[in-house]
């Protein structure tokens, strides 16, 4: 199993920029698809964007498309999603999430595609 820490979240006033950090320890995450996740109050966890193995492709929830940028250093072991443009209903609990299957290619965007979680870091952004 692997041990996931998120960093970097904060409040930040509308339009400015975060950059949240996953930091992995107890394995490997070269081989496996990574993916970033958001919970607000009230609302069910939702998807934002996940990355290759090798970092080659990304996808992106529409809602952050364009403003949002996900990577990362596998010799750090390390995940990044930088945020720019946030606007208020980018508030929420941010998690890092390692997927159950080992790919090249694939970048998912579901849940149950994932199986080791971070606690999570909490995003606000005021109006």
């Known amino acids: 199993q692997v041990q996931l820490v998120e960093s970097g979240g904060g409040l930040v006033q509308a339009g400015g920029s975060l950059r949240l950090s996953c930091a992995a320890s107890?394995?490997?995450?070269?081989?496996?698809?990574m993916g970033w996740f958001r919970q607000a109050p009230g609302k069910e966890r939702e998807f934002v964007a996940a990355?290759?193995?090798?970092?080659?492709?990304?996808t992106y929830a529409d809602s952050v498309k364009g403003r949002f940028s996900i990577s990362r250093d596998n010799a750090k072991i390390t995940v990044y999603v930088q945020m720019n443009s946030l606007k208020p209903e980018d508030t929420a609990v941010y998690y890092c999430?390692?997927?159950?299957?080992?790919?090249?290619?694939?970048?998912?965007?579901?849940?149950?595609?994932?199986?080791?979680w971070g606690q999570g870091t909490q995003v606000t952004v005021s109006s």
């Open positions: 999430a390692r997927a159950r299957f080992r790919s090249l290619s694939d970048t998912p965007s579901r849940s149950v595609d994932y199986d080791d």
């Open positions: 107890g394995r490997s995450l070269s081989m496996y698809p």
């Open positions: 990355i290759n193995s090798n970092g080659a492709y990304t």
